[in-house]
């Protein structure tokens, strides 16, 4: 009888361990996310898993998820605050000026809606700078803000990631299920290749020629990246 020989470093096993550890690794950000307050942490911290997988680094992917959660739990949570506050504020302006029939409240709640989507685009960039860099509070905001004016692409593609789901969500209804196994971890793998993509070459660029995005170093969690 012939010998079946299995390879634990193949690329079957490999990838079906991969697979496995990105569902345990969802499973774990969604339970992360339920305290509400936390969801900025708990992205931060996929961000920073991400930026490993994205980057070619490896390495694991649920205890790293929990080191991560202890190095950006703090400024995430601030960032979160700060920029989701007054975003929810402008999500509700939206919705009671779009429900009124005049052509001033259409016009009030389309901007409320800019901004609050722009309110959203911040604090992507915010959580991703965070998951990069180590700087402070005000310099990330400060980066945070001028991110999606200065790289209107990226900033697009960071905003048609989550709308993808809810759309699949309301055509194919059994969506929702893989998005509960996998679909987070997807998700921020698209999200984490957009902005490591922008800050590699923002790294890239001379200094003289950075006049409307921030310079981030070149090293991740080392220095900062404020300088603009």
Known sequence: MPRISINPEGPTLQGLATLIAMIGLNIIFLIACLPV?????????????????????????????????????????????????????????????????????????????????????????????IARYRNSIRATLHNALILPLGQPLASLGLAVIPLVPIGLGQVWPAWFWLAATIGCSLAAYGATAICLTTFRRLEAMPLGTRATSPAPSTHPKTTDSSQL
Do not use: H, K, N
Not at 93 to 116: C, D, M, R, Y
């Open 37 to 129: 307050i936390t969801i900025g942490p708990a992205c931060a911290a996929l961000f920073q898993v991400m930026l490993g997988q994205v980057d070619g680094e490896r390495g694991y992917l649920i205890r790293g998820f929990f080191e991560a959660w202890r190095d950006c739990w703090r400024p995430a949570l601030a960032v979160s605050l700060i920029i989701g506050a007054p975003g929810l504020l402008l999500i509700y302006s939206a919705i009671f000026w779009l429900q009124l029939t005049s052509i001033l409240s259409a016009i009030l709640g389309l901007l409320s809606a800019l901004l609050a989507v722009y309110a959203l685009l911040v604090i992507s960039w915010g959580l991703a700078l």
